[in-house]
């Protein structure tokens, strides 16, 4: 058990985390050149301009979505209020798709309504578009971390207290450090987003990074403008490895739909509601529109969907292929945290946290700083570099969701299978796998989801002329029609949302049924 599951991890931080450290060894064995352009990006105007503009842009979107995502979370995990299914499932779209398409669709809309081009471009359409795209990782984060709340806390509040002095008082304390690690994740996610803020013509470090890799191959420069995206992901994973992580990722209690208290809004459940649906429809439905109303009609639609049908294909199966990699590592990853919680095995979570943290274009970077030699061409000129970056990148979503599952299962289950004599590969097929399925087909989905919607990993990855969607989306917004660039959009929605909207219906229905 023991060297089949170490075998497991050394392969997976050797195949991952090790082409990152190479490319830190670069900053620590700074060549002439390197030294220069660090210099340079550091000390020069440009330099501080990128500095303020990333931290800015971060900070403002994690203020704004946390102050939002909250009471939202509240709103949509803990009022019994109608159709929350449903409105909640809509307020996650924008967090499924690639987040250009956000900034697109808004484009689009407002383009149809009669604004000028202009209208969203730089800090404040870019501050719009990020808040809508994580507004939802806050909001899922309260809405989980409510499950953790020992319903007897709240109920023995109730006695002597409203609803809001208890969620003021009680709650919200509970829950705060997973809050506050859903606010690490916003800012480290939006310092390392490169796509809108390209799109919206808005200056910031994962941008200047992409640029000079993939337009002038200036390693270098591109590389040292990777460095402050780097110390950021290590400094809010040590914060959160220090402080949150225990908080956080071994929750003593977790109320299933039975013992979990909600609030009965009484009269202001309508209100409630009508509010929740409008948010919904401005933040989703109405770019939407604006999308399907610059497609123009059915056929560019269809012409859309048959030039890049090839570019779905690799899409999917990339996606499939991706996802089955990170459900199978994730997977040892979680056991091992969940049979051997020291620090130790601790770190590493903390290693796929840093690593799920950096931006896609650092790791892509690293990786094919590493992996561009002769001797490894097999993966480098291949769809397996890609891959490679995927469970890099995605390796702490799956290495969670499947601790969470593991932990569920009382461990009297595998003792008794023990006690009958039953081998380690006979309790993980007969019982661990059976029992932990729930969360391993989730695991699947959520990185199958996404890698769907990853672009800046994706762009600079991909072998050539085995392009994904959206790649082949966000180049053609370049120079192709607005009209084209809206039905590659819709196809890009429908390929998300369709497997999306198929395992929501079926996870919650199977929660219905219990």
Same mark, same amino acid.
């Given at each position: 058990m023991a060297l089949f599951t170490g075998v497991i991890l050394l392969l997976f931080l050797g ?111 870019? +501050?719009?578009?990020?808040? $809508?795209?994580? @507004? #939802? !990782?806050?909001?899922? &984060?309260?809405? %989980?971390? /409510? ?71 200036? +390693?270098?420069?591109?590389? $040292?403008?990777? @460095? #402050? !995206?780097?110390?950021? &992901?290590?400094? %809010?994973? /040590? ?202 087909a989730g695991s699947w989905i959520v990185a199958f989801l996404f890698i769907l919607r990853d672009t800046d990993l ?57």
């Amino acid at each position: 058990m023991a060297l089949f599951t170490g075998v497991i991890l050394l392969l997976f931080l050797g195949l991952t985390l090790l082409p990152v450290g190479a490319m830190l060894w670069r900053f620590f064995a700074l060549s002439d050149t390197l030294a220069a352009s660090l210099t340079e990006l550091l000390f020069s105007t440009h330099g501080w301009e990128l500095l303020a503009h990333s931290v800015l842009l971060a900070s403002l979107v994690t203020l704004s979505t946390t102050m939002a995502g909250v009471p939202l979370g509240i709103l949509l995990g803990k009022v019994d209020l109608p159709f929350r299914r449903f409105l909640t499932f809509l307020l996650f779209v924008p967090l499924m798709l690639p987040p250009y398409i956000f900034a697109v669709a808004w484009n689009a809309f407002l383009r149809t309504a009669g604004f000028p081009m202009e209208t969203l471009s730089g800090l404040g359409g870019t +501050f719009f578009i990020l808040f $809508a795209v994580y @507004l #939802p !990782l806050p909001t899922l &984060a309260t809405m %989980l971390f /409510l499950r953790t709340v020992p319903s007897r806390l709240e109920e023995a509040g109730r006695l002597c207290a409203s609803w809001p002095t208890v969620l003021r008082s009680i709650t919200l304390p509970t829950i705060l450090p997973g809050i506050l690690l859903a606010a690490l994740i916003v800012f480290l996610l939006t310092l390392g987003e490169s796509s809108v803020p390209m799109y919206l013509h808005y200056d910031v470090y994962a941008v200047e990074s992409f640029v000079q890799f993939s337009a002038f191959y200036r +390693f270098d420069t591109a590389t $040292a403008a990777t @460095l #402050p !995206l780097v110390a950021a &992901a290590l400094c %809010l994973t /040590l914060v959160e490895n220090l402080y949150l992580r225990n908080r956080t990722a071994f929750p003593r209690h977790f109320a299933d739909s039975d013992t979990f208290l909600r609030i009965d809004p009484g009269e202001s459940k309508y209100p409630l509601l009508l509010f929740t649906a409008t948010w919904t429809t401005v933040t989703v439905l109405l770019p939407m529109t604006g999308l399907a109303m610059e497609a123009g009609n059915f056929t560019h639609l269809l012409d859309a969907f048959t030039t890049a049908f090839d570019a779905l294909s690799r899409t999917l199966l990339y996606a499939a292929a991706g996802a089955t990699l990170l459900t199978f590592f994730g997977f040892f990853i979680g056991y091992t945290l969940f049979k051997h919680p020291f620090r130790g095995v601790e770190a590493l979570d903390a290693v796929t946290i840093f690593l799920f943290t950096l931006p896609g274009t650092v790791i892509a970077i690293a990786f094919i700083l590493f992996w561009n030699t002769p001797s490894t061409n097999l993966v480098y000129a291949t769809p397996l570099i890609l891959l490679l970056g995927y469970l890099a990148k995605y390796a702490a979503l799956t290495g969670r969701l499947s601790f969470v599952g593991l932990s569920s299962i009382p461990p009297s289950m595998e003792e008794a299978a023990q006690i009958a004599g039953a081998g380690w590969f006979g309790r993980l097929r007969h019982i661990l796998l059976p029992l932990a399925m729930d969360a391993i087909a989730g695991s699947w989905i959520v990185a199958f989801l996404f890698i769907l919607r990853d672009t800046d990993l994706t762009t600079l990855l991909y072998p050539s002329g085995n392009d994904t969607l959206s790649v082949r989306i966000f180049t053609t917004m370049a120079n192709g029609s607005p009209e084209t660039v809206a039905s590659l959009c819709l196809v890009m929605a429908a390929t998300v949302l369709l497997p999306a909207s198929a395992a929501w219906i079926h996870f919650i229905g199977k929660e219905r049924r219990r």
